[in-house]
């Protein structure tokens, strides 16, 4: 079989597996786009949402102007519909992996916090300590602001030192003059070079 004759939208390759895959691709790319947009626009990111904005909806003019001259083609719809949910798959994972963005951790320990707070203070976190009632009496409340992909290793500290203590995560959108862990790498630069100032 020519390699011409199964590309040829003719053909029932093209009908039943070329054209569903292409929309299904189309879709993942357009979905997953338009996930990373959603992000970029609710973290106040004025510049890179507009320009992932406009390849989103190129691709989706594309998909679409392909699904409606083949409506009646049951293999296109499903891929269509198949694209669209893995699609936002793929965005969540793409936006777990550039960990974009810093969030709020609040941190009530039902123990000692001693080691705790040194243990994060020698490690470079921002942090502050309030004094507040809970129901059993009174507690130390831990807040900290820490960039996303250092999310994993923060909570493993507190799992460390103050295992079962209760602590929530909130998005952040923006900070100023706070102070935050500089990997070792960039912190060593930065003794080469003079002290910068966080912002």
Known sequence: MEFASIISTESLWFTWLILPALIFLARIADQSIGTLRLIFVSKGMKYAAPVVGFFES?????????IMQHLDNLACIFAYGAGFAAGNYVGMLLEE???????????VPKIDTS???????ENHYGLTVMN?????????????????????????????????????????RAVNEGVFRVPTR????RLSFGPKKIR
């Open 97 to 107: 992996k550039i960990s974009l963005g810093k969030v709020l951790i609040r941190i």
């Open 132 to 172: 507040a009632e809970g129901k059993d009496g009174l507690v130390k409340v831990l807040i900290s602001i820490v960039k996303r992909k250092e999310i994993n290793r923060f909570v493993g500290i507190i799992n460390e030192f103050n295992p079962n203590a209760f602590y929530s995560i909130e998005e952040v």
């Open 58 to 66: 190129i691709i989706w003019l594309l998909a679409v102007g392909q």
């Open 186 to 189: 960039n912190r060593l630069l």
């Open 115 to 121: 080691e705790l707070i040194a243990h994060l203070r």
